[in-house]
């Protein structure tokens, strides 16, 4: 099939991670002088400095929350938490794949107790709830394999001094927050900020910088990669304890600085409201699509889910593949009928308006 190419977007990548990198940044890269050289000489470290800079400034952190990162990605951060964080137990609200990893790797921790494992239909998330003996409540901001957004607040009436940890790999830059109303707020780039895998960053309260002092002093035995004392005291450096992709920091680098030019925050936020809103209005009055997430107050900003009824999303995304629009298939381990769409800061709102009509194109073509 054949789309004309006055309905097709300028860039055909959508997919929710990794997500598209700019081509400007592309280019970037191929001059940067950073590639190739020691992490813990000065080139290096200012480009780490520069990006926990540009975190900090991103969300306003005050002056006694620290931004750390290490060597690995958000999967890795799940176990580097299990090691460094969770003190006994810890709840989870587990409502796509993301959030039930995390309470998969807590589950199996032989130096831990069983946690509480909170669930909910799929598009749907379930609420935390205060429980005796819980030290640390965890769950997903956005929730990349469903496309459902939960609130980010501390959980009032539980145990004194239990930490909140929130995984925003599919979150950051693109939806709004209160960093005071969490611990730990850990990310990995390569989602809204336009970048590639293999690094994870941490936003850290005082308290949880003081649970990662007091487990490490500990007597539990914590592999160095996943050793978050050792991640803080060298992130304080700028620099990681294992060599980083340093390819994921520039690009992450040139992201943040782009936020920033337009505007921060707010400016990426609407940007990312702008182009879902697009693609859940479309939804909602095709005649074949439909907003998997069906109360609004939970659909994401960040990553659009969109159900078909009546045609095969298999053969609509080979279709648009075949014309150059990429990575919108539903998540595998959902096995609904689904489509899956970023609407990342990078992503050009017009460029969504456009895979709509490619859509609508494809599905009214596909028997010709």
């Not at 990198?21 to 592309?26: D, G, R, Y």
């Not at 003996?133 to 939960?150: C, F, K, L, R």
């Not at 456009?354 to 599905?363: A, E, G, P």
Request: proline share 6%; glycine share 8%.
């Amino acid at each position: 099939m054949q789309i004309p190419k006055k309905l097709l977007p300028s860039d055909g990548r959508f997919g929710s991670g990794p997500s598209k990198v700019p081509h400007q940044a592309m280019e970037a890269l191929a001059t940067s002088s950073v590639i190739g050289t020691s992490h813990r000489q000065a080139p290096v470290r200012a480009l780490v400095g520069s990006v926990r800079e540009q975190i900090r400034a991103l969300y306003s952190l005050p002056d006694d929350y620290e931004v750390v990162l290490g060597v690995g990605g958000s999967t890795a951060f799940f176990d580097a938490a299990t090691f460094g964080l969770i003190r006994e137990r810890s709840q989870h609200l587990a409502f796509g794949e993301f959030g039930a990893k995390f309470a998969r790797a807590a589950e199996r921790a032989p130096f831990l107790g069983d946690p509480t494992v909170v669930t909910s239909e799929p598009g749907t998330h379930p609420d935390a709830h205060p429980e005796a003996g819980i030290d640390v409540y965890a769950w997903a901001h956005n929730e990349t394999s469903t496309g459902v957004t939960a609130p980010v607040r501390r959980v009032e009436g539980g145990d004194d001094g239990a930490l909140v940890i929130i995984d925003g790999t599919s979150a950051a830059a693109g939806i709004p927050l209160d960093i005071t109303q969490c611990d730990v707020y850990f990310f990995a780039p390569q989602k809204a900020l336009a970048s590639d895998a293999g690094i994870w960053f941490a936003v850290m309260s005082p308290a949880a910088l003081a649970r990662v002092e007091e487990i490490a002093a500990s007597s539990r035995w914590i592999p160095a990669f996943f050793d978050l004392a050792a991640a803080v005291d060298n992130s304080r450096k700028d620099q990681t304890y294992n060599t980083p992709p340093l390819a994921s920091l520039v690009w992450t680098d040139l992201q943040l600085r782009t936020i920033h030019e337009n505007g921060g925050l707010a400016w990426s936020v609407a940007r990312c409201e702008d182009s879902s809103s697009r693609l859940y209005g479309w939804a909602e009055q095709s005649s074949y699509a439909t907003p998997f997430v069906a109360d609004p107050g939970k659909q994401s900003p960040t990553v659009v889910t969109i159900d078909l009824e009546g045609v095969h999303a298999s053969a609509v995304t080979a279709a648009l593949r075949e014309n150059g629009i990429v990575d919108i298939d539903g998540y595998r381990g959902l096995g609904r009928n689904q489509l899956r769409i970023a609407t990342f800061p990078a992503i050009e709102p017009d460029d969504v308006t456009l895979l709509t009509q490619c859509l609508d194109y494809v599905v009214e073509h596909l028997d010709d």
